[in-house]
């Protein structure tokens, strides 16, 4: 019993602080709402298939894709398939950096999530589509975890898009 | 100057069976485009706090789900945030399935991406809702890489919202 309302005391103080540290950021930016985390979805286009197609350099780019934008990196994985296409993973303290290519297509599909306001997802994505030499791609951010601020507590509904272009 | 014709040969028949292929696929699915793959974009809500915070319950859960929904795991890597938070993914032939987790409010964002027709990236979020307790969660499932029946390639074009719902 003794656990249960030590456990239940804890609990509770974690989402305080959570929620705290959620209103401040709210405050600083003047928003009536703040996400936990910033998903973006990349499409790279036409890009170089003879780097799509190598592990080291997809890798590397999506390592430094993590530090250019300020990111933390935790862990990392990839992985080369036979005949072609690399997948892999970059897991930051910030979330995660996840990518998908097919070199018989010039296509990757790309993931780059990150939490809170340290790292900007846009110079990640910036950086890959100069990387990769994409001619054409296209920018999806997606809010996810959206707390509200008059219940100060999460909006229990699916992610928000946030922005969205082709280029 | 071989070399560039004879890499353009094998860029073009890879080409060929990659198209060849969808083909198939299109004309199985009596479909005007067909998708590389499908990205399902999961947030769990209400989830038992202490599942979310075991890193050796969430990477069991994670290995399960691509296992129930028939993919073939390439490599997988998890990370035990300090104080609170578990972050991890697991390769698949087939992409990845991405974990965020949120113990102290209850919260999971989970991606599930995967591409074929093998998996069904539903049964691995219907596993993940039961054995994370969530009371409610919402579903997206995305379209990424989208080819054209007419051109027989890539619609460069953002992702498609295929399906999305709450419960």
Redesign the interface.
């Known amino acids: 019993m003794y656990n249960v309302v030590k456990n239940n005391f804890i609990?509770e103080a974690?989402?305080l602080?959570?929620i705290s540290s959620s209103i401040e950021a709210l405050e600083e930016q003047h928003l009536d709402r703040v996400n936990?985390?910033q998903?973006v979805?990349a499409?790279f286009?036409?890009c170089d298939?003879n780097i799509l197609n190598n592990i080291d350099k997809v890798e590397k780019f999506m390592v430094d894709a993590a530090l250019e934008c300020g990111a933390t990196i935790?862990?990392?994985?990839f992985?080369m398939?036979n005949?072609?296409g690399v997948?892999?993973?970059v897991?930051i303290?910030e979330?995660?950096l996840?990518i998908?290519t097919?070199?018989?297509?010039g296509?990757a599909?790309v993931?780059l999530?990150t939490?809170g306001t340290k790292c900007d997802p846009k110079v990640a994505y910036e950086f890959l589509k100069k990387m990769f030499n994409s001619k054409?791609a296209?920018f999806?951010e997606?809010k996810?975890?959206i707390i509200d601020r008059e219940t100060l507590k999460?909006a229990?509904?699916?992610?928000e898009v946030a922005e969205?272009f082709?280029e």
Chains 1, 2 share one sequence.
């Open positions: 609990k974690h989402e602080a959570v936990l985390g998903h979805l499409e286009f036409e298939s935790v862990q990392k994985c992985h398939f005949p072609y997948s892999g993973v897991i303290s979330s995660h996840a998908h097919w070199p018989e297509l296509y599909a993931d999530f939490c054409k296209s999806t997606l996810r975890g999460l229990e509904q699916p992610f969205q082709e």
